[in-house]
């Protein structure tokens, strides 16, 4: 509002921003104007060299953008324009706030089930069909062994296995490939969703959120699985030796 040109401008807020997230970005643009002698706009948007590449926000994009064609029609014409974007950003950040307020408990339940509660159910599942596969297989073993004729505390194991089918049971490897796919679509969701509550539409937060989730989630479900499946199978070794 001093009627300072921007050329001059990002070198002043350079150095009055120092320390600032946004110094960074001041000081790209103004190391463009001096040392590469480029104008304002290229400084900002060129494709090689321009400082938006190092900050691809919509926010900042547009910002310049308005800077650049507002100060063609005038200074103060310009200095306004800042103003009302940055009164625009201060009532945002003010909704933002109270929006993250409401939904706090939400998204922390969210977070809880994606990187926690859905892995740890997933792997027990995984693990459960293979203790009955495991169960029903060895049971079809022991009728073949036995003739079908009935067991003290089992009964006829012949009527059991006829019951289940075992020839026709879905082996356990593709339970385990359906639920790691819906495992991997719980996390692409949940965290699709909670980068749009938290940042907006943030292509590469929300690539950076979904690999962190994914190597959790999926290193927790393979663990909870592996523990699950070893544990059950020398339990149901132990009863059926037993038994059988």
Partial sequence: GNGMPPELAFGRVAMASRGLVTEDFFRRVNYNIRQAGMGVEKAIFDSKRGAIIYYPSELIATSMRILIESSKKGLKIAAVSLRSISDYVKNIQKINNRLRDMLA???????????????????????????????????????QITGGEAIEGIGNLGTITD??????????????????????????????????VDSGEDKLEKVNKTGKNLKRGILLFFIVAVLTTFVLFILTSVVLTNLI
Wanted: hydrophobic share 60%; aromatic share 8%.
């Fill in 105 to 143: 408990e939400i998204i922390s339940d969210m977070k809880s089930n994606m990187t926690f509660l859905a892995p740890l159910l997933s792997g027990v599942v995984v693990g459960l069909a293979a203790m009955i596969t495991s169960i029903l297989n060895r049971l079809d073993i022991a009728t």
């Fill in 163 to 196: 019951l289940f089918q075992i020839q026709n049971v879905i082996p356990p490897y593709f339970l385990q490939i359906a639920i790691g796919i819906y495992l991997v679509q719980i996390i692409f969701i949940l965290t699709s969703t909670l980068v749009m």
